[in-house]
């Protein structure tokens, strides 16, 4: 049986833990990769949102973008307990809206595009950071994104 390495940023763990000691409903998808969220979560109330947990200094997958962006419910970046409850507690607020998905798929696309007159680009391998991510997302379109840091 081949056994692969779940890669899990620091607050991960503690961030489950703290939404189940609150009484969230939490699946941590961490081990399926597939550029799935880290995790769903949902409260008393009903509503469920897909949660991608990083750090500042973090990477996204380009592919992780893209399923958020093209995922139909509420999703969202959360860098703490309060970013997921956030997110889960009001979504109209904090989940990403439609013009912000558009915006992630653009941004998506021009870094392929960049990778693309280097070499080869793959969307599950190309990588970009937090801070250009966020970067890019504020100067190109004049939108910020809540990635969950100030």
Not at 83 to 88: E, F
Not at 139 to 150: A, L
Request: with cysteine; hydrophobic share 35%; charged share 30%.
């Amino acid at each position: 049986m081949k056994h692969t390495r779940v890669f899990r940023d620091s607050n991960h763990l503690p961030i489950v833990a703290d939404l189940r000691r609150d009484n969230y409903g939490v699946i941590d998808c961490a081990a399926l990769g597939q550029s799935i969220p880290d995790i769903v979560v949902a409260n008393q109330d009903g509503n469920t949102a897909l949660v991608e947990i990083k750090l500042p200094e973090g990477r996204f997958y380009l592919s992780q973008l893209v399923f958020l962006a093209k995922w139909q419910g509420y999703c969202g970046f959360a860098q703490t307990t309060q970013d997921a409850k956030n997110i889960v507690d009001s979504p109209d607020d904090y989940s990403l809206n439609k013009r912000q998905r558009e915006v992630i798929l653009g941004i998506v696309a021009e870094d392929l595009t960049d990778v693309g007159r280097r070499g080869k680009a793959s969307l599950g391998k190309e990588q970009i950071t937090v801070k250009k991510f966020e970067r890019l997302f504020e100067e190109k379109y004049g939108v910020k994104i809540d990635t969950g840091y100030e």
